[in-house]
């Protein structure tokens, strides 16, 4: 039997990815930290780690790009004028489908990064061995709402706060919608259920 052997389609050639990179970067809107920015890549599908660290390294390297200080640990990668020269003149060198999905990995990234932005929770033990996962909204500047829900485990509080970082808007939203709106229902007897 004829099986067909599919590759992965990815970019090939060190320089190559050097220009998307230097291209990922130029289209941001936000600095991103090393690790978004591998996180990008990995969603692309364009990129094998190899290649991207070994791009990664040669950019640092010839001070096409630099690491600057971000006060949650991991550092920025800032895009050098050198970069910003190579990701205008040279991007036609990296093919438009592969921009293409960089671009929508760096999109699906922000959104990653806004949602993680916007909650923050905290796991705490009670002291009958269960546990409470407390959940924070915010908008970045104020805090929109504060919860605390029971789990009687550890496995069901990391689950509640898995599902709220999933989505902390949408969680927001139908707390304040039912909050807003919502009304018990209305249990209506007839002969019929009788």
Known sequence: MYYELSFVDEIQDTN?????LCFVLSKSERLLTEKQLYRVVFESDSVNWFLYTEGLKQLLDHGTISLRENPKGDPYVILEEKGKQAAI?????????FRKRLLWALYFVWGEIASEESVKTNIKPAADGTYYTEAIVTDGVL???KMSFYAPDYEQSL???EKIKADPIAFYQKVLVYLLHGKRKEVVITDEII
């Open 16 to 20: 190559e990815v050097k220009i998307a």
């Open 89 to 97: 003149q040279l991007k036609e060198s990296v093919s438009p489908r």
């Open 143 to 145: 805090d929109l709402m």
């Open 159 to 161: 689950m509640l706060e």
